[in-house]
């Protein structure tokens, strides 16, 4: 019998975060691949469009014009997933049939004037004005008194459904704490209870040991591939320091 490979034999592998199992199949990595090919999009942005609707001064598609900003640019989302209307709702679902009316409020945060950017190619200053932009957010929507998850994402590339190619990212503000997120918290909850220790403080002492998966780190934070990885280019950025959330994040 052949000896157990973790690069050539099927297995399992625990999402600790989750408390999930995953399927590898390091063998189907050989299989020849004749389905789709992404090509690299050519970048040709110029600075400013007149017709982005998140370009400095420019109107956007509900008739309102964007601020002549100079660094961050925060708005509403026009088309918002959430709905800050709260709605009378009598919960008398049945258990099969079961569904919860969801408050929030989503928010565009333009990350720069400059239409042809991106953030790896903004300044380390420009980079510190999002972050704090980020910062003010959380804290200004977290205290709003029906939210309680404040979400903040950048979707980037056509692929993943960014409708605009402007530096931008969102905030989704909401009543519930999402799914996973859920799971984390209590995942992580009882593994400090158990351990007496950060799950995540545990797993990158071990990362940062192995060294196979670290794709980056610097004083402050370390870039890994999860242990648990499910997308090829799937990588955690885990803190060093202990925060509780992003308001703790110092300029250094
Ligand atoms: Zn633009």
Redesign the pocket.
């Known amino acids: 019998m052949q000896k157990f490979n973790t690069t050539e034999h099927p297995h399992r592998r625990y999402n600790p975060l989750l408390d999930e199992w995953i399927l590898v199949s390091p063998h189907r990595a050989k299989r020849p691949w004749q389905g789709q090919k992404e090509s690299i999009a050519v970048d040709n942005?110029p600075e400013?469009?007149p017709s982005?609707?998140?370009?400095?001064g420019?109107t956007r598609s509900n008739g309102v014009q964007n601020e002549a900003y100079t660094d961050c640019f925060v708005f509403e989302n026009d088309f918002s997933a959430l709905l800050k209307e709260e709605v009378a709702f009598d919960d008398n679902n049945s258990d099969l049939f079961n569904l919860k009316p969801e408050r929030g409020i989503n928010k565009v945060v333009?990350f720069s004037?400059?239409?042809?950017l991106t953030l790896p190619e903004m300044s380390i200053e420009s980079l510190e004005k999002v972050v704090e932009t980020w910062k003010q957010e959380y804290t200004t929507l977290g205290a709003i008194d029906y939210i309680n998850y404040v979400q903040i994402f950048e979707n980037k590339g056509s692929v993943m459904g960014c409708s605009?190619?402007?530096?931008h990212g969102q905030i989704w503000a909401q009543s519930s704490l999402p799914t996973q997120v859920q799971k984390t918290q209590d995942n992580l909850l009882k593994y400090y209870n158990s351990k007496n220790t950060s799950l995540l403080k545990a797993y990158l002492e071990q990362e940062l040991e192995l060294k196979e998966r670290v794709v980056i780190e610097n004083e402050h934070f370390a870039v890994v591939v999860p242990f648990w990885a499910i997308w090829p280019y799937e990588t955690l950025v885990i803190s060093k320091r202990h925060v509780e959330n992003i308001t703790q994040f110092t300029s250094e």
């Not at 982005?52 to 400095?56: H, I, N, S, W």
């Not at 004037?113 to 042809?116: C, D, F, L, Q, V």
């Not at 605009?164 to 530096?167: D, E, G, K, R, T």
Request: proline residues 17%.
């Open positions: 942005r400013y469009d982005c609707y998140l370009c400095a420019n333009c004037p400059k239409h042809n605009n190619p402007h530096p």
